[in-house]
C-alpha cells in the first residue's frame, strides 16, 4: 500500500498538464479581476508589494541566468550579431557602460586574470579567490613591509610562488604593495610573485 504523499505525487505526475491548463484557464478567465486586484494591492501597500516583487526577482535569478545562458548556448552566433548590433547602435552610451562595468567588476577581472596565469603556470591548486576578503583578512597590511596598502591598488603575493609548487588558493595569498611585490621579485631573480 502506498502512503498518501507517495499516492499525491504521482496524482500530480499523471495529472500534471491537466491542472496547468486548468489554471491557464483560470487564470485567463479572471484576468480583469485579477489586474485590478493587484492594482489595488499596489495603490494600498506599495511597500508591501516592492518587497514582494524584489524576493521573488531574487528567488528565481538563478533559473533566469541559467534559461539565459542556454538560450547563447544554443545560438551563439545570433547571440553575437544580437550583441554587436546593439553596441554599434549607441557607440557612445555602449562605451561608457562598459568602462562602468569594468569599474564595478575591478577586482573580478583581475581576479580572473589571476586565475589564467596560475593555470598556465601550472599552480599546484587554483581556486576563486575573493580578493577583497583576503585584503581584510590581513587587515589592510602588506605582508611584505607590514604598512598600510591600498584598497584600490594592491597585489595578492603568492608566499610559495607557484613554480615552486605553490597554490593559487587564499590560504597562500597575501596583501603587498605592487612596489613591494616588484622588488621582492627583482631580489629573488627566477621566484614568481604576485599578480
Ligand atoms: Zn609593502
Not at 496547468?20 to 495603490?43: F, K, P, V
Not at 514582494?52 to 541566468?65: M, S, V, W, Y
Not at 631573480?189 to 604576485?194: I, M, N, S, T, Y
Request: charged share 40%; aromatic share 6%.
Amino acid at each position: 500500500m502506498k502512503d498518501a504523499k507517495t499516492q499525491g505525487r504521482e496524482w500530480y505526475v499523471a495529472n500534471r498538464e491537466r491542472k496547468l491548463a486548468y489554471q491557464r484557464a483560470y487564470r485567463a478567465r479572471n484576468l480583469a479581476a485579477r489586474i485590478e486586484y493587484d492594482r489595488g494591492r499596489w495603490r494600498d501597500d506599495r511597500e508591501a508589494m516592492r518587497k514582494r516583487d524584489r524576493e521573488r526577482h531574487a528567488r528565481t535569478k538563478e533559473r533566469r541566468n541559467a534559461l539565459r545562458r542556454a538560450a547563447r548556448v544554443a545560438d551563439l552566433d545570433g547571440w553575437r550579431a544580437k550583441k554587436r548590433a546593439a553596441y554599434w547602435s549607441d557607440v557612445d552610451a555602449s562605451r561608457e557602460a562598459s568602462r562602468r562595468s569594468r569599474k564595478r567588476n575591478h577586482q573580478k577581472i583581475i581576479g580572473r586574470n589571476a586565475i589564467r596565469r596560475a593555470r598556465e603556470k601550472g599552480a599546484s591548486v587554483v581556486e576563486r579567490v575573493d580578493r577583497l576578503a583576503i585584503f581584510e583578512r590581513d587587515g589592510g597590511v602588506c605582508h611584505i613591509c607590514r604598512l598600510p596598502a591600498d584598497p584600490a591598488k594592491f597585489h595578492l603575493d603568492h608566499r610559495l610562488p607557484l613554480v615552486r609548487g605553490g597554490a593559487h588558493a587564499a590560504f597562500n595569498l597575501f596583501v603587498a604593495h605592487p612596489r613591494c611585490n616588484i622588488v621582492k621579485k627583482d631580489r629573488l631573480p627566477r621566484v614568481e610573485v604576485g599578480h
